[in-house]
Structure formats: C-alpha cells, structure tokens
C-alpha cells in the first residue's frame, strides 16, 4: 500500500445548521406522511392502528370548549369494541355524548361543571355497570377549566393530580362490567420547565389499581392545535399528540 505523506485536504468548515426558511416553511404547513402499513386482521375497524390521524373533529361536541378533542377517536374505538353502554366522567362539552347518540349507544355523562366529582364514589350512584368507559381528564393544569377545587386541573401538584385520577379509575372501575375497557385519552406537557409525562405516569397507576393496557397505546395526533399557531423564541422538540390509553382488568 502506498501510504500519502500530503495531508488529505481540509473539508470547508460546514455552516452550523441554523432554521432556514426552507425549514421554518415546511414545519408551519401541514405535510404529509407515509404512515407503516397495517397487517391485516380481523378488526371490524381496519383504519384504527396505532397511529390516529383524522383531520377535523366531526359533528361531535363543541370546539369552543377548550382542550377539546374531536369525536373519530371515540367513535373508532366504540365501532372496535362495541359496548352496548358507556360512561363519560369527564363530559366538557359532551363529544362522547354526541357520538355516542350517533351509534345508538346509552351513554352517562357528568362533569364537575354540572357538580358531579368523578374522584367521589357518590357520583357514581345511579351509573348502571358498563362496557366501556372514555374519560378525556384535563393534563393536569395545562388548561384551567374552572375554580373549583375538585376539578383535575386544580391539583396543586403532579402527585394530587395522580391520586384524583387514581380515585377517578377505582370508582370507573367499580361500574366496569367483568369484559369492560376503560380508554383514557392524555398527553405530556411542559409545564414551567419541567416535561410531565402523563401519559407514562398514569400506566403506572393505572396498573397499580389493578388495570392494564388491553391494547396498543394510540398516538393521536392533534391537528389544528392553537399553540401550532403560535411562535416562540426558546428552542424545544413541539409535542404534536397525545395518547390514548386503554385498559382492562387484570
Ligand atoms: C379535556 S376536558 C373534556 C372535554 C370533553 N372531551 C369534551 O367533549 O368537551 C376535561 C373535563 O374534565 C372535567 N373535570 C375535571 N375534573 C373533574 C372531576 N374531578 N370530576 C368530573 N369532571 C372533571 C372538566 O370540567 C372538563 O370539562
């Protein structure tokens, strides 16, 4: 081998990569993606993987309740599993409700607008035992929905957050028939500079009250989210889903 004793040519310092506009422009449109494809199996629901991907929320709800979520999650889920009731804790502005009344399924709402506490076993006295519970809790205090302090997104720390969700589970559990599933749908947040894995953290205590994933956990994605309008000067990886977890008995 004939070794060079010149020196191989210095390559011409890179520039550091810096958000150019070609990037800025295309993290501010839309874009498409190729989603994997999905084996095909029995399901009564093909389209439902474990990524949720459906612009628009549907004639479900209503979009001027924040932190709403529109209603193809809830009415994929309900086509899949297929309660002949269900109930919703956490109503806001009743999307469940709304696709619910669309598939013919009995449904019971409440919310601790209307003075029902879903940590409270009493709020539970007249709920019939279910198949399928969709509960939508707030992401601790990413959004405030009210000054009562019962309601989740008032818990002064991540802890009380988790032991009133941790309730909220026990009493839906305790109305859940023998082959129920309990869907919870939450996403991580930062919240004053600190990551809260919500999702991560309440497998943990969902486990703990004797529940566990029946399926794949979904990542949904959340188009049309207000703060993917916004700008911001500091530098993060932007949070674009949430998740959605959904449990049964042990
Ligand atoms: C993310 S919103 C639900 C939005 C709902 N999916 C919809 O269709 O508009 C969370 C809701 O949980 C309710 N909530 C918070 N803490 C609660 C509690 N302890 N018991 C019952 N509802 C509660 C809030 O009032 C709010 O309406």
Not at 104 to 128: F, L, N, T
Not at 151 to 171: G, H, I, K, T
Request: hydrophobic share 35%.
């Amino acid at each position: 081998m004939i070794l060079s004793t010149t020196n191989p040519p210095i390559p011409a310092p890179q520039a550091v990569p810096t958000p150019s506009n070609f990037a800025r422009e295309a993290t501010s449109k839309p874009r498409f993606v190729e989603l994997p494809i999905a084996p095909r199996n029995a399901s009564p629901v093909p389209e439902l993987t474990s990524i949720h991907s459906v612009k628009g929320r549907g004639p479900y709800g209503d979009n001027r309740y924040r932190g709403n979520c529109g209603g193809h999650i809830i009415r994929d889920l309900l086509r899949y599993f297929q309660p002949k009731n269900v109930l919703d804790p956490m109503m806001g502005s009743g999307t469940c409700r709304d696709v619910c009344r669309e598939l013919r399924i009995p449904c019971h709402s409440m919310d601790v607008r209307k003075g029902q506490d879903a940590a409270d076993r009493a709020s539970y006295a007249d709920c019939e035992p279910v198949e399928f519970v969709w509960m939508h809790p707030p992401y601790w205090r990413m959004v405030r929905y009210n000054a009562d302090s019962r309601c989740l997104s008032n818990a002064p720390s991540l802890d009380a957050f988790l032991d009133q969700m941790e309730l909220v589970l026990r009493n839906c559990q305790s109305v859940l028939k023998p082959r129920g599933k309990i869907a919870v749908l939450i996403g991580g947040y930062s919240d004053r500079g600190r990551y809260q894995p919500l999702p991560h953290l309440l497998v943990a205590r969902a486990i703990q009250v004797g529940l566990w994933p029946a399926c794949t956990e979904i990542i949904r994605f959340q188009h049309g989210n207000t703060s993917s309008r916004k700008t911001y000067r500091s530098s993060f990886i932007p949070g674009l889903h949430d998740v959605c977890l959904v449990f049964e008995r042990v």
